[in-house]
């Protein structure tokens, strides 16, 4: 069964402890860049002081020694999966694996969901470009590389649960409900309908955040997957 990641996409540590405080049954937490920016590795510690898996969500591309470096900080602090750009290539790709071992999983971010086709045509160069080609292509070349999976729109699970096999992690963003706005994402689906394609994990911010209710907007995504 597909686990939710609840994206504390929030702007201190007070405020995300505050959420997990009305959310008890959260097992999984999204630490991103922004957060992560302001309290550092400190907030991990607190986290995993309360039982929760940890998913650092910092996208790290650079040269292939760097990025080690940088797992290997993430790994030591007790982190649980990190994400890597496939763009980085095979040689980083490598490198993070290695400095993860076998505790910590790598997975790798294709094409982000708030690229749409054009978009995407335009910052590739090119007249045409279809997002599911590119993450099918970066996909392979990830998994190629030795990373455990790689993250993509729920618009292109299914291909890459197909492609890649059952073994392979599928991390999920851009999880919305039919009658939530999309934001700032393209390319977007339900919870039930990324489960159901073959999502391992599946991220979720804004539609829980932002509730009137966060507790029962989390509990009506977990009942959706069941």
Known sequence: MAELVLALDLPDRDASLRVLDRIPTVGWVKLGSVLFTRTGPALISELKGRGLRVFLDLKWHDIPNTVQGAVAQARDAGV??????????????????????????????????????????????????KPEVEVLRLARAARQAGVDGVV?????????????????????????????PKGDQTRTATAAEAASAGSTHLVVGRPVLQAVDPAAAWASLQGSIR
Do not use: F
Not at 155 to 178: C, D, K, N
């Open 80 to 129: 649980d999966m990190v994400t890597v750009h496939a763009l980085g290539g095979p040689a980083m790709l490598a490198a993070a694996k290695e400095a993860a071992g076998n505790g910590m999983a790598v997975v790798a971010v294709t094409v982000l969901t708030s690229h749409s086709a054009a978009e995407l045509g335009q910052l590739l160069g090119r007249a045409e470009a």
């Open 152 to 180: 993509s729109s729920p618009l292109e699970t299914a291909m890459l649960r197909a492609e890649l096999g059952p073994a392979a992690l599928l991390v999920t963003p851009g999880i919305r409900g039919a009658t939530d």
